[in-house]
C-alpha cells in the first residue's frame, strides 16, 4: 500500500516539478529594434462583422444547369416573397429573380442562397439550392430555412403577413381532422 502512495505521489509531483523548472529560467532579453529592418506583419483575423459585410456585397453563382419544368413554374407562382419574421429575432427574405423565372434568392444571417422549387408529394413549398444544400420550406402557415448538409435549422416558424393571416384563420377554424367523418351515417 505504501509503495502505490509513493508512486501516486510522485507521478503528481513530476509535472510541478517541471513547471517549477520553467519558471526559474531566466526570460529571454528581446531583440533590439532596428531601424533599417521592417517589423514582422501581424496576422488579421477576420471579425464576424466584416466576413457578413463581404458576404453581402458578394454575388451568388446564378450560373445552373437546372432546368424547369411546367410544374416547377406552377410551383414557383405559389412561392410567399419578400420579408418573413422568424423566432428568436430572425428573419428570411425571399426574392424573385427576374431574369430567370422560377428562380429566387434567399437571404438571412449574412447567408446567401440561389433556389428553385422542387417537387413536393405532401403539396407543400419546397425550394433548394443543390451547391449549398438549403432547402426553404413553406407552408401555409410557416416556412422554415434548412441547411440539409448540415442538418441544422438556420430559421424556423417563419411567418410572411399572409401566413400569419393563415394560421389566424385556422386558429378560428381548425381544419378537419384526419379520420373526421370517416365512419359512415349509423
Known amino acids: ?18 513547471l517549477a523548472q520553467d519558471a526559474a529560467k531566466p526570460a529571454a532579453k528581446p531583440a533590439a529594434k532596428s531601424t533599417t529592418a521592417k517589423a514582422p506583419a501581424k496576422k488579421h483575423q477576420v471579425t ?10 458578394t454575388p451568388i453563382n446564378t450560373d445552373t444547369d437546372v ?10 407562382q405559389r412561392v410567399s416573397v419578400g420579408k418573413a419574421q422568424c423566432e428568436l429575432g430572425a428573419d428570411v427574405t425571399v426574392t424573385p429573380d427576374e431574369k430567370k423565372p422560377g428562380f429566387f434568392t434567399v437571404t438571412t444571417k449574412g ?9 413536393s408529394r ?5 425550394l433548394e439550392d443543390p451547391r449549398a444544400g438549403a432547402m426553404w420550406l413553406q ?4 416556412s422554415m430555412l434548412m441547411n440539409q448538409k448540415a442538418g441544422l ?15 389566424a384563420e385556422m ?5 378537419k381532422a384526419l379520420f373526421e367523418g370517416a365512419d359512415g351515417a349509423k
Do not use: W
Open 139 to 142: 407552408l401555409g402557415n410557416k
Open 153 to 167: 435549422r438556420i430559421a424556423d416558424e417563419c411567418q410572411t403577413d399572409a401566413q400569419v393571416a393563415f394560421a
Open 67 to 76: 432546368t424547369l419544368s411546367d410544374t416547377d413554374l406552377a410551383v414557383a
Open 48 to 57: 464576424r462583422k466584416a466576413a457578413k459585410a463581404v458576404e453581402e456585397v
Open 111 to 119: 447567408l446567401k442562397y440561389r433556389m428553385h422549387p422542387v417537387e
Open 171 to 175: 386558429k378560428k377554424n381548425p381544419p
Open 122 to 126: 405532401t403539396g407543400a413549398i419546397r
Open 1 to 18: 500500500m505504501k509503495k502505490i502512495a509513493l508512486i501516486a505521489a510522485v507521478a503528481l509531483a513530476l509535472p510541478l516539478a517541471a
